[in-house]
């Protein structure tokens, strides 16, 4: 429990932290600030185009019907769910399995940082699936690469996030400013 309350501590701190020198910091006595590294997912589109129309950046000959409709569509859709693969390594409705389910995601993104772990329960079962990809083949390859650690693992078809653009950096690794208790590793 006090491990727990102390990971807890923590992550709240971690937040007000970022950003700060540690020369600029009011450490409190019987904590050092240390650096720690936090990966985050990267963004899954070029910010530089989010928001903006593909049709003001070239000059394209078409009626402006044709414009309204591309727009229309695209407004239409954005609630749309994308369906694509992802690789289930653990579906159990036992007494423990929520436990069971919240302890394996944990652990895969510990080992595994980079690719999202999803957690789900559909009655009565709970499962953990890992990545969003938009192909069996790439699907494929996460499953090769994790089946010693996860045996009973199987790609499953479903409605998933919209998948990184670069597969080959899907994360930002940063380091971050946190309060440690003195003498703990």
């Keep these: 429990m006090k491990r ?3 990971l807890v501590l923590l992550a709240v701190l971690a937040l007000p932290l970022a950003g700060l020198r540690a020369q600029e910091l009011i450490i409190p006595e019987g904590f050092d ?4 590294l936090v990966y985050r997912p990267a963004t899954a589109v070029d910010s530089t185009l989010v928001g903006r129309s593909v049709f003001s950046m ?3 000959n078409q009626p402006a019907s044709v ?10 859709n954005r609630a749309k769910a994308m369906t694509g693969y992802r690789v289930r390594i653990f579906f159990d409705n036992k007494q423990n399995a929520r436990q069971m389910s919240e302890q ?10 980079g690719i999202v ?5 559909a009655s009565p079962f709970f499962k953990v699936t890992v990545g969003d990809f938009r192909t069996k083949s790439e699907a494929m390859q996460l499953l090769q690469q994790i089946s010693h650690e996860y045996s009973s693992a199987f790609v499953v078809k479903e409605n998933i996030d919209y998948p990184p653009v670069d597969r ?3 994360y930002v690794v940063d380091t971050v400013l946190v ?3 003195t003498g703990t590793r």
């Design 104 to 113: 394996v995601q944990r652990s895969f993104e510990a080992s595994h940082p």
């Design 117 to 121: 772990a999803h957690r789900s329960f």
């Design 168 to 170: 080959e950096h899907s």
């Design 179 to 181: 309060l440690r208790p």
């Design 33 to 36: 600030v240390v650096d720690s």
């Design 58 to 60: 070239v000059e394209v």
């Design 4 to 6: 727990k309350i102390l």
């Design 67 to 76: 414009a309204t409709a591309m727009d229309s569509h695209i407004a239409n």
